[in-house]
């Protein structure tokens, strides 16, 4: 059974600091790994997808990498408007659909 | 371009009622999804629907639920005599095709007293 475990489950910094969020995950052949923002009573809004072990995506401050049992989700320089849940999932290469199978979530809080 | 959308947005309902639940897809996404958001919980899959094969109902969680979609294009997720652990964001999401991005909608937040 594919399972995603993110870490930690919350996480709050001060404007300017950065860190990263992780996600773990297991899956029985990987065709991709997503990540995800969700503002609170919002839909999941798409950030970045990635296919093979050594891949990188960024867009603006966040930049996410792969290896073969995790995944990254840097944050540089965070500004209050990146508080957010980050939401990671993986979609298996074999199987009759084509499901996300999602983590908890990270829940960022970004102080000014 | 006009995103996936959702009604209601909000529906709070009585235990043993029944509840229809709607989504509107991105035009021209063949495939849709359905996913429940539980309090302190992922994201869990539901039903998938792609093209005109029969739709994979693998991750509903009971008989009490069930989907349709008309045309290709709109679904109605609909939950039969509600109950208290029925309540949750419902979650639709839709993609040009299989290997493509999901895409989700806002979400109908459900409560069921």
């Known amino acids: 059974e594919d399972q995603v475990t993110q870490s930690p489950e919350a996480l709050r910094l001060q404007e300017g600091e950065s860190s990263s969020l992780n996600c773990s995950y297991t899956?029985?052949?990987?065709?991709?790994l997503f990540w995800y923002r969700q503002d609170p009573g919002k839909g999941p809004e798409f950030l970045f997808t990635?296919?093979?072990a050594g891949e990188e995506k960024e867009k603006e401050r966040l930049k996410a990498t792969l290896t073969k049992k995790e995944s990254f989700l840097h944050i540089t320089a965070p500004k209050p408007e990146d508080s957010a849940t980050y939401l990671c999932?993986?979609?298996?290469?074999?199987?009759?659909?084509?499901?996300?199978?999602f983590g908890k979530g990270i829940t960022l809080s970004v102080r000014p | 371009g006009a995103g996936v959308s959702q009604s209601p947005s909000n529906k709070v309902t009585e235990k043993g009622k029944d509840v229809e639940l709607r989504c509107d897809p991105i035009?021209?996404?063949?495939?849709l999804y359905w996913y429940r958001q539980s309090l302190g919980q992922g994201l869990e899959f539901l039903i998938y629907?792609?093209?005109?094969?029969?739709?994979?109902k693998s991750g509903l969680p009971s008989d009490r639920f069930s989907a349709e979609r008309t045309g290709g294009s709109v679904s109605t997720l609909t939950i039969q005599r509600t109950q208290q652990e029925d309540s949750a964001v419902y979650l639709c999401?839709?993609?040009?095709?299989?290997?493509?991005?999901?895409?989700f909608g806002p979400g109908t937040r459900l409560l069921v007293l």
């Open positions: 999401a839709s993609t040009a095709s299989w290997v493509e991005t999901q895409y």
């Open positions: 899956v029985s052949g990987l065709r991709g």
């Open positions: 990635l296919y093979s």
């Open positions: 999932a993986v979609q298996a290469e074999t199987g009759a659909n084509s499901k996300l199978t």
């Open positions: 035009s021209g996404h063949t495939a």
């Open positions: 629907f792609q093209g005109n094969s029969a739709p994979d």
